[in-house]
């Protein structure tokens, strides 16, 4: 009788270990930066390269931080998206403009339409580092308290925004 | 033709070292941190390269974070933790070992384990199997029958 169980449990035990495998998104590597204070920066703004912004100047409001390049195909996917959930006014969005030409950003925005209240300059990829960024876009979401509270890899889909943002945004600015 | 293929060559090298940048360091020990740091951090963008190996700009840009912390003088493990802090585990290739990590770390131990029980019950119940007994008769038989194939 072992002789048959045996192997039936052997192959359960492959088969369930080989469907959670199935349903690993290996490419979404979980942040170590979720609950951790903003990474600090002092960065200059796209469209006015001589004001700077900088973390310390957006306590006690909720906003995204969205990472942006004009290189970047699938933050063309994204745009629309960004668009319409800046024309609801519920959160501030500060757009990373992650390694990307001024000229090209402005362009990109220009043609495209603008969801950011700002963005900010990256041009070596520093701030992306202490960001942690390693596949644009990425979108993070940030408290009153300037605490990192989600982070989304790759492009934000149209569902992703009633089914994650806004709920959680709703849920950040009722806290104080 | 011979001059062409040497010009060939000397063009394919040239692409082997596309990723790598030309590094100074003040000492022998900095350029060997260097190169066991950049060989043990993960490229996140190609994932199974590391950033030694990847042409990815994000492993351009950690190549040349590394460098500059050694000429901080920063020591290779805060070089460490301020990788993780960033990427966490996933950008080492040695992770360290946690709870989190314990099945990976102890997974192949506990199958040789598994593998070396299972060989040793079936080596004994193998041992244990009855010596068969032949009896006189048979014997007999199977020596006619050799005998029988020795002289065709």
């Known amino acids: 009788m072992l002789k048959f169980i045996l192997p039936l449990l052997l192959f359960i035990v492959l088969a369930v270990f080989l469907a959670l495998g199935l349903n690993l998104h290996p490419s979404e590597i979980p942040s170590p930066l ?6 600090v920066f002092s960065a200059p703004k796209l469209q006015s390269p001589e004001e700077k912004l900088s973390p310390a100047d957006l306590k006690g409001k909720v906003w995204l931080f969205n990472v942006w390049a004009s290189w970047c195909a699938s933050c063309r996917l994204e745009h629309p998206i960004l668009n319409q959930l800046a024309k609801q006014k519920a959160v501030i969005i500060i757009g990373l403009n992650y390694k990307d030409e001024p000229i090209a950003a402005k362009g990109w925005l220009a043609q495209l339409g603008n969801p950011y209240d700002v963005s900010i300059m990256d041009q ?3 701030i992306g ?12 979401v940030v408290d009153k308290h300037g605490v990192i509270r989600y982070k989304h890899t790759g492009p934000v889909t ?6 994650i943002f806004l709920p959680l945004i709703a849920k950040l600015q009722a806290e104080n | 033709m011979k001059y062409l293929f040497i010009a060939f060559l000397l063009l394919l090298s040239n692409m082997a070292c596309a990723g790598v940048e030309y590094r100074q360091f003040a000492n022998p020990e900095q350029q060997e941190a260097y190169e066991d740091l950049t060989s043990e951090l993960r490229c996140l963008v190609c994932q199974n390269q590391t950033i030694a190996d ?4 994000l492993a351009a840009d950690l190549r040349r ?34 709870l989190k990590t314990g099945l990976l770390w102890l997974g192949p131990v506990a199958f040789l384990v598994i593998g070396l029980i ?3 019950l079936f080596a004994r119940r ?22 029988k194939g020795d002289q065709s």
């Open chain 2, 65 to 98: 974070q590394v460098y500059e912390m050694l000429q901080q003088g920063k020591s290779k493990q805060d070089i460490a933790t301020f990788m993780t802090d960033r990427y966490g585990d996933f950008v080492l290739y040695k992770p360290p070992f946690k």
């Open chain 1, 34 to 39: 979720i609950d951790k204070p903003a990474p």
């Open chain 1, 158 to 163: 149209a569902e992703d925004v009633p089914q």
């Open chain 1, 124 to 126: 070596d990829g520093r």
């Open chain 2, 118 to 120: 299972a060989l040793f």
């Open chain 1, 129 to 140: 580092i202490d960001w942690g960024v390693y596949g644009v876009p990425e979108t993070f």
């Open chain 2, 54 to 57: 990847s042409n990815a700009e």
């Open chain 2, 126 to 147: 193998k041992k244990n199997a009855e010596a068969v007994t032949i009896s006189a008769e048979k014997q007999q038989k199977i020596r006619r029958l050799l005998e």
